[in-house]
């Protein structure tokens, strides 16, 4: 497997607001876009946010830039948002209990 851990700043708007359009237009379609085993995105406070995309592996992360890409463009657009670092690699331990795989949704 092979992780990709983004921060982003949000120029325009918040993270809530941003969060709700994530969750209602890309959310749902992220992992299958990206061919991603798992997607999370956090609220790190301050107008930051962080996600947590796990490939299979590192070839799939990198065939996903294109499509991040353009989603990261398309969120840019209307929030000012910022990719401010990416940091990626094999994953090197795993463990993880049943309630990892259960979806969240927002609900501010």
Same mark, same amino acid.
């Given at each position: 497997?092979?992780?990709?851990?983004?921060?982003?700043?949000?120029? %325009?708007? #918040?993270?809530? /607001?941003?969060?709700? &359009?994530?969750?209602?237009?890309?959310? =749902?379609?992220? $992992?299958? *876009?990206? @061919?991603? &085993?798992?997607?999370?995105?956090? =609220?790190?406070?301050?107008?930051?946010?962080?996600?947590?995309? +796990?490939? $299979?592996? /590192?070839?799939?992360?990198?065939?996903?830039?294109?499509?991040?890409?353009? *989603? @990261?463009? =398309?969120?840019? /657009?209307?929030?000012?948002? +910022?990719? /401010? %670092? *990416? *940091?990626?690699?094999? +994953?090197?331990?795993?463990?993880? %209990?049943?309630? &990892?795989?259960? #979806?969240?949704?927002?609900? $501010?």
């Amino acid at each position: 497997m092979y992780t990709a851990i983004r921060h982003y700043r949000i120029g %325009s708007g #918040t993270v809530e /607001e941003m969060t709700k &359009v994530v969750e209602q237009e890309f959310a =749902d379609r992220i $992992p299958e *876009l990206v @061919q991603a &085993v798992a997607y999370t995105a956090i =609220d790190t406070g301050e107008g930051t946010a962080v996600t947590i995309t +796990v490939f $299979p592996d /590192e070839e799939l992360f990198r065939k996903a830039a294109r499509v991040v890409a353009d *989603l @990261q463009r =398309d969120l840019g /657009e209307r929030f000012g948002v +910022v990719e /401010e %670092s *990416l *940091l990626h690699g094999e +994953v090197m331990i795993n463990r993880a %209990s049943e309630t &990892v795989a259960e #979806t969240v949704h927002y609900a $501010p």
